[in-house]
């Protein structure tokens, strides 16, 4: 079984940034699709941003765009969600997903197997 696991959320002003992280046990991450979904409240989940393993496929919501960034460290076989600029409308439950790359699928299609529990991020004055 793999077991996925986020960290790197908590409180932040409006306007500040955080960097969440993803790890998991038994793969490399390297070689699969990743998606950060996010949970608001009293709204359906939806992905905010994912990277997939070709070349090029990186993909942001537009409510992101310009402010989050999707990076792989394979050194450290980390998944990072740079969040900056961040806004009260960012506040949610963060989680991160993953999904075997010979599906062939490209990351906005990916149907995602392995999640995450959840970090909290919480944007207020």
């Known amino acids: 079984q793999v077991n996925v696991e986020e960290s790197g959320g908590g409180s932040v002003q409006p306007g500040g940034s955080l960097r969440l992280s993803c790890v998991a046990s038994?793969?490399?991450?390297?070689?699969?699709?990743i998606g950060w979904f996010r949970q608001a409240p009293e709204k359906e989940r939806e992905v905010v941003s994912c990277?997939?393993?070709?070349?090029?496929?990186?993909h942001h919501a537009d409510s992101v765009k310009g402010r989050f960034t999707i990076t792989r460290d394979n050194d450290k076989n980390t998944v990072y969600l740079q969040m900056n600029d961040l806004k009260a409308e960012d506040t949610g439950v963060y989680t991160c997903?993953?999904?075997?790359?010979?599906?062939?699928?490209?990351?906005?299609?990916?149907?995602?197997?392995?999640w995450g529990q959840g970090t909290q991020v919480t944007v207020a004055s």
């Open positions: 997903a993953i999904e075997r790359a010979d599906t062939g699928f490209g990351c906005q299609e990916a149907p995602y197997n392995w």
């Open positions: 038994r793969i490399t991450l390297e070689y699969y699709v």
């Open positions: 990277i997939g393993v070709e070349t090029g496929n990186v």
